[in-house]
């Protein structure tokens, strides 16, 4: 599998999150509309607004890792695919196995 094929994969599995952490979130929204209960004073646990922010805070996450996907697929069309945006030197293979979205060497992302 070349890292191509590994980033458009990773694209993939983002697009698919984000859709479904999105009709959770629409899913959290129309539950909270058709209740009439008290979620703030709730004493059975999460509130629905907590349950809300959650997703929320789920479905950025999941976005901006398809925007460094994304960026990371840029960087393969123009050759700067695996060197570091802030030093310029190599980043190691065995970082980009990890995280092959990876912008920063091991140095530079500390």
Do not use: K, W
Not at 13 to 23: C, G, V
Not at 66 to 87: M, Q, S
Request: charged content about 30%; hydrophobic content about 40%; some cysteine.
């Amino acid at each position: 599998m070349t890292v191509t094929d590994e980033l458009v994969r990773a694209r993939a599995e983002a697009l698919a999150q984000i859709d479904a952490l999105t009709r959770e979130f629409d899913e959290v929204v129309a539950a909270s509309r058709s209740s009439n209960a008290d979620d703030e004073h709730d004493p059975e646990g999460a509130t629905i607004a907590f349950e809300r922010q959650q997703v929320v805070a789920l479905l950025d996450q999941a976005r901006r890792r398809l925007a460094d996907v994304d960026d990371a697929l840029a960087r393969a069309e123009t050759g700067d695919y695996g060197r570091c945006a802030d030093c310029g030197q190599p980043i190691a293979p065995e970082r980009l196995a990890a995280r092959p979205q990876a912008r920063t060497c091991i140095a530079c992302a500390r």
